[in-house]
């Protein structure tokens, strides 16, 4: 697809609906979570399932992270070919056709993949030794979100033991992620959440180790819970992607003293054209459910009180006002929140990179799409 | 990206997730609906936003479509390139660059659009003179839905007057989609939101008429109306899109007696993996909210009772199941049904399309991702 924008143009020639990044903001975000990561003396490998981008993930190598994960074989096999040398697929990787190309990948780079099955491993150690490859691989420890992982404790150093004894495989540590409290919007449930997690998590650290099994790596954690794993002495890694745009969910939970959460600045934003305004007090964006997920909720309008968005169609967006002097003009530009980053990201092939009103350049989403 | 599955590959390899048409269903949708509107006695141009895929509408124009509708620039410059020659985008179109982009195309083929504004009918004439083509451009009728349009009777006789005067438009009728009736459920009602948008459009008919202004298209209807606008009277032309597919959520509207519609058959999979399932009573699939739009409701598992898709997150669907003998195995793959299959085709690159349990094509989706 051809790109919205030209290098150089002011942001009001942009054309819609676009993906905008907001450099200033973005790069503040890179920068106070590699610090973070850096104060808390734990690894950071952001999680790039959130920008599919090989320039922005070699843009948070380069501030210090160890490299990034991702939960596709094809998106891996994109950061590569865009120049990233470490990538942990923090997924299971099933299917015959899947695990080859993830083995011949591990040619290129250091890959890393995450089981939850006996069965698995055999497959993965026979693809590894025929590729001449050797894989790094983690137990996905269920602590909580009941998704994929084994139960901690026996079931995880079953498959430890597994791991070390197969011929093309590393054991390399625990994936812990604990995605169910990501959006919890209370402080102290968020924490609980966590503290429940690090605990199970530590139980199994301690059996594997009593087994000679040592996690070189227990990695997790979330935009929503980094502060957490970061300061619980078991994590060595956090995988948080989200930081770096922030979206309209995550800016929903709660700090502390319940204020909103502002670790992190909004810097994406969907561009958008009203493109009918047929009456007064009607208004249509011609950015819809193509150009916005709305699984986690609607976008919000950026900067225009008593504006709202308040519904999606395919290609169509319904804007409502407060008031009766409120309104936008046919041909008005407005920025929107996505209400999720991540499949919103996936919408797209470019991002159009802005700073200071005009258009600084144009990152290809190189990952879009990478469903294999 | 690349393609899932390679041509001549039992279905059982090709990988996932992965968007399957199955052909022998898919064929008999196009067949049934083209034998609708000939019928009915009325032209067919159905909407090329549900496939995006120029050889899909080519297929149709076989069976006798006039051509295609669209929703965006970037959607008609796809499927022009594709090979179709009449293309109506049943939207307005509103911007500079996407203007300059639409009048060029018209030089290529047959190009109709819809408007909603007086300044927006100066803006595509004064591209249309600069590129040095014509334009056929309809007024978009609001008759209920209250997204896009102007009122029937004078508000669309001004427009009209003003593109029969403009020097490179040439008025061509209205657009009137009745969008909120789609999937009102129970019969009576879906047809009452019809008759409701007759009256108003055929009393815009005759005072356009009264005026001197013949309208050559009235055009509109969806998949879960277009027997009513087949039968109108009034309708010469029908953009349904969805038929040739359908999704979860059509399938729940009601026919006359009550009974579920089954006009048409699922033909559009999901084809996903059983990814993880490390405990009784849980799986999870390789499909989530980037496989399957969830906008209009989750997906539903083909043929498998007793086994629900209860949650999506980015890369991850949740199974559940009804009872303790009902279970599926890591690797085995399953069939989804879209709860919404335009925004569900956009996250694809490739229709892998299978005849008797094996590929016999793979279909770029040649406009996947053409937002402008």
Request: aromatic share 6%; with cysteine; glycine share 10%.
């Amino acid at each position: 697809m051809r790109p919205p924008a030209d290098v150089g143009m002011p942001l009001e020639e942009v054309d819609t609906p676009a993906l905008i990044i907001e450099l200033d903001a973005f790069e503040a975000n890179l920068t106070r979570m590699a610090q973070a990561a850096k104060a808390a003396g734990v690894r950071l490998r952001p999680h790039a399932k959130t920008h599919k981008c090989a320039l922005i993930a070699l843009r948070q190598i380069a501030l210090g992270a160890v490299g990034v994960c991702c939960q596709k074989v094809s998106e891996a096999e994109a950061l590569v070919e865009g120049g990233v040398r470490d990538v942990l697929i923090s997924n299971e990787i099933v299917g015959e056709r899947k695990i080859a190309h993830l083995a011949a990948l591990a040619r290129e780079a250091t890959l890393a993949v995450c089981v939850d099955d006996a069965g698995n491993i055999a497959d993965l150690d026979g693809a590894a030794a025929r590729a001449g490859a050797t894989l790094d691989v983690l137990v996905e420890v269920d602590v909580g979100a009941h998704r994929c992982g084994v139960a901690p404790g026996r079931p995880a150093l079953d498959l430890a033991k597994r791991i070390d004894a197969a011929k093309a495989l590393r054991f390399a540590g625990l994936q812990v992620y604990e995605g169910s409290a990501q959006h919890i919007r209370d402080h102290g449930e968020r924490r609980a959440a966590i503290d429940a997690a690090v605990e199970a998590a530590g139980n199994t650290v301690t059996l594997l180790a009593e087994h000679g099994l040592a996690c070189r790596s227990v990695t997790g954690a979330g935009t929503g819970t980094f502060r957490f794993e970061a300061a619980s002495g078991l994590y060595n890694e956090l995988q948080a992607g989200s930081y770096i745009f922030m979206d309209a969910d995550y800016a929903k939970n709660r700090g502390e003293g319940g204020e909103l959460f502002d670790d992190f600045q909004h810097s994406l934003f969907v561009y958008t054209t009203v493109m009918s305004a047929p009456a007064p007090g009607r208004a249509v964006v011609d950015a819809g459910l193509k150009a916005s997920s709305v699984d986690s909720g609607l976008p919000t309008v950026h900067g225009m009180p008593g504006v709202t968005f308040t519904g999606a169609s395919d290609e169509h967006g319904k804007l409502e006002f407060d008031a009766a002097d409120i309104a936008v003009s046919l041909g008005d530009k407005l920025k929107l929140i996505p209400g999720h980053c991540d499949p919103t990201v996936n919408l797209y092939d470019w991002y159009v990179c802005v700073r200071d009103g005009r258009v600084q350049a144009l990152w290809p989403i190189v990952a879009r799409g990478a469903l294999l």
